[in-house]
């Protein structure tokens, strides 16, 4: 039961008018401003490493880009990098190669998550990280896991970034 001072706006088969639950919000009320529907667009670049699982390098939503974990595979030999400096360089150009495909670089990247295997290899990594970064320094988390998807890898690396 509702109550007398309160009103219900309805149709006449009695749903709810411009219910976000009942249908799509298109436009605002009253307003000629249109909202375009939200979609998502997979990034793929020929000259990356082929994913290892059922996923896509990178994913584009508006202006944003989301980039998968990267590993150290040289896309042109397809074998990993022999260390831990070699691998974050690699990494972080295939990263680069997946902005770039969508529209961005690495001076739009606003967040990284790196995956060292050992802890005990973070300085080796940072120094790389830091030069291929510059003078930019996105937000980061880094932690040490088990184990990565592909043997000998040492270190893994996602970001999201924004087309300019």
Same mark, same amino acid.
């Given at each position: 039961?509702?109550? #007398?001072?309160?009103?219900?706006?309805?149709?006449?088969?009695?749903?709810?008018?411009?219910?976000?639950?009942?249908?799509?919000?298109?436009?605002?009320?009253?307003?000629?401003?249109?909202?375009?529907?939200?979609?998502?667009?997979?990034?793929?670049?020929?000259?990356?490493?082929?994913?290892?699982?059922? $996923?896509?390098?990178?994913?584009?939503? #508006?202006?944003?880009?989301?980039?998968?974990?990267?590993?150290?595979?040289?896309?042109?030999?397809?074998?990993?990098?022999?260390?831990? &400096?070699?691998?974050?360089?690699?990494?972080?150009?295939?990263? #680069?190669?997946?902005?770039?495909?969508?529209?961005?670089?690495?001076?739009?990247?606003?967040?990284?998550?790196?995956?060292?295997?050992?802890?005990? &290899?973070?300085?080796?990594?940072?120094?790389? $990280?830091?030069?291929?970064?510059? &003078?930019? !320094?996105?937000? !980061?988390?880094?932690?040490?896991?088990?184990?990565?998807?592909? #043997?000998?890898?040492?270190? &893994?690396?996602?970001?999201?970034? $924004?087309?300019?």
């Amino acid at each position: 039961m509702v109550p #007398e001072k309160c009103t219900r706006r309805t149709n006449p088969d009695q749903s709810p008018i411009n219910s976000p639950i009942n249908s799509p919000i298109t436009q605002f009320p009253d307003s000629p401003i249109n909202i375009p529907p939200m979609s998502h667009t997979p990034v793929h670049a020929p000259n990356l490493p082929k994913p290892v699982g059922p $996923y896509s390098p990178g994913m584009g939503f #508006e202006r944003l880009i989301f980039v998968s974990g990267q590993g150290g595979t040289d896309p042109v030999t397809g074998l990993i990098a022999a260390d831990t &400096e070699a691998q974050t360089e690699q990494v972080l150009k295939n990263i #680069e190669t997946i902005l770039k495909a969508a529209g961005s670089d690495l001076k739009y990247v606003l967040r990284c998550g790196v995956f060292l295997l050992d802890m005990g &290899e973070f300085t080796m990594m940072n120094g790389v $990280y830091s030069r291929m970064f510059g &003078e930019h !320094r996105p937000a !980061r988390t880094t932690v040490q896991v088990a184990g990565l998807p592909g #043997e000998g890898l040492r270190v &893994e690396i996602d970001a999201i970034a $924004y087309k300019p």
